[in-house]
């Protein structure tokens, strides 16, 4: 198929785009989907969620290697890193998965074009290609799913050789002595968390007075303390106010202050060899022509939408990362559903009070729901079940019984509005209490659900039991 006329054109082909693409095409649409880079899965597959977390384990099996192993009657020697192999790994997966995305798009008939998007009109598209060639598609909807890019601090420009945005942090040569993380949010601990444990001295300088804004205090404290036992240093209610460079071993030099002290203290320096600054992400909605063609965008960029993903140019819709709300891949995904639904005739729609968040640290962490804090603040009546992995039996026979499940429900229904886990495989045990929340069940509903024993899902039934009536094994 080499067409210039759609149903539908997808600009992006990240977790939003390609899937909007997959699922307009299964409803019967004729997609093409527009991408500038050579590699399908967006930031989410070649530069997010995918090879951090390829880090991320192969980072926690060297360092179970080194620490955890002769405990459990597992003698290796001496446990040496090879860091050209495990970034020859990370790239392997890659390579697979994008490649199983266009395996995708050839099943769905899908037509991939491959350059840089320009909105000409309301139906009209642009294509540029990387030798400067450019062809016009025409369709009767377009969807904008070009998600966002690295946030990047006024005095500190990403070069990608000492200051290095998520993107560079991922491929890095060596390990560095000290990396400074700017940023006390997911991904500057999950990359924080990698680079630790293959040898980092590892400071994270945060400018509000504590890390992961948005999560309950309890969850917060209990990552805080165990992050800091493996060894990561916190300067929290601190700002980098300038950057130099020592000359003598060309080491980087931050200059940075104590918000809580008086304007006329002196900065405090800090000597090191990288720097990753994880302040956020913005939506990458430049050079798309959106003025142009008359489409609305806020004072950061991000594209206003409707209840339906329609932005005031009726034919044109975005999702994702360039709408607002969190920048989360399976969001997009669900948004991207969603809007090829709608398109349809059909009722597409994404319940925002229930996506799951996960950081991916050691302990990982999950939420979905309410925090405690926001039922708080809400002046809701609630009731809290906790239960310790301390007390389960499938988290001690693999040693990892750090953290709790926390879950919260209404006072009077039982039903769940919120829960928390924090420890081992957090992020695939959160996914039981989101289904039962879709249907607005009850806390009661899961503990009396059988449980596969010894498994850490008991966990969660034990917290269930906890917030219904009573725990049985505590």
């Known amino acids: 198929m080499d067409s210039k006329t759609f149903d539908l054109i997808v600009i992006g ?77 990370k790239e392997s997966v890659l390579d697979e998965l994008t490649k199983g995305i266009a395996h995708l798009f050839r099943k769905n008939n899908i037509q991939y074009v491959q350059g840089r998007a320009h909105l000409h009109s309301a139906h009209e598209v642009a294509v540029t290609d990387d030798d400067g060639k450019t062809k016009m598609l025409t369709a009767e909807s377009i969807i904008i799913a070009t998600g966002s890019v690295p946030q990047s601090l006024p005095h500190l420009d990403f070069d990608e050789k000492e200051i290095y945005s998520s993107t560079g942090i991922l491929s890095l040569q060596s390990v560095p002595k000290h990396l400074v993380v700017i940023g006390g949010g997911y991904i500057g601990l999950e990359m924080g968390s990698v680079w630790l444990r293959l040898g980092s001295l590892v400071t994270v300088v945060e400018f ?115 709408i607002k709300g969190a920048m989360l891949a399976h969001k997009a995904m669900d948004e991207g559903v969603a809007v090829a639904e709608y398109l349809a005739g059909q009722a597409g729609s994404v319940n925002y009070d229930i996506i799951p968040a996960v950081v991916f640290t050691h302990p990982e962490i999950a939420t979905v729901g309410k925090t405690e804090q926001e039922l708080k603040i809400g ?9 310790s992995f301390a007390a389960n039996g499938r988290a001690k026979t693999i040693g990892d019984t750090n953290g709790f499940v926390k879950i919260l429900t209404e006072a009077k229904t039982d039903r769940v509005l919120g829960c928390t886990i924090v420890g081992a495989e957090a992020g695939t045990l959160i996914g039981q209490v989101a289904a039962i929340m879709e249907f607005n069940g009850a806390a009661e509903d899961i503990a009396r659900t059988c449980h596969a024993h010894p498994t850490l899902n008991e966990a969660v039934k034990e917290a269930a039991w906890a917030a219904f009536d009573r725990p049985i094994h505590s």
Not at 49 to 71: G, M, R, T, V
Not at 241 to 256: F, Q
Not at 270 to 299: F, H, S, W, Y
Not at 379 to 387: A, H
């Open 208 to 322: 509000c007075d504590k890390i992961l804004g948005q999560a309950d205090d309890d969850v917060r404290h209990s990552l805080q303390r165990s992050l800091e036992k493996q060894g990561m240093v916190f300067k929290l209610n601190h700002n980098v106010v300038g950057v130099s460079k020592k000359d003598k071993n060309k080491a980087l030099c931050l200059h940075v202050l104590d918000t809580t002290s008086d304007e006329s203290t002196l900065p405090e320096l800090i000597t090191c060899d990288a720097v990753l600054v994880a302040a956020g992400r913005k939506p990458q909605t430049a050079n798309l022509n959106l003025e142009g063609v008359g489409i609305g965008v806020d004072a950061r960029g991000y594209i206003n939408v409707n209840m339906h993903y329609q932005t005031n140019v009726p034919s044109i819709y975005a999702i994702g990362d360039c």
């Open 379 to 387: 002046n809701y009546d609630y009731k809290v079940g906790k239960f």
């Open 13 to 89: 082909a990240g977790p939003g785009g390609y899937v909007a693409a997959v699922r307009a095409s299964q409803l019967g649409k004729k997609v093409a989907v527009i991408e500038k880079s050579s590699q399908l899965g967006g930031t989410c597959l070649n530069v997010g969620c995918i090879p951090s977390k390829c880090l991320l384990d192969a980072s926690y099996k060297f360092w179970q290697a080194k620490h955890q192993f002769e405990s459990l009657g597992i003698n290796v020697g001496k446990v040496q890193l090879d860091l050209d192999k495990m970034m020859a790994h």
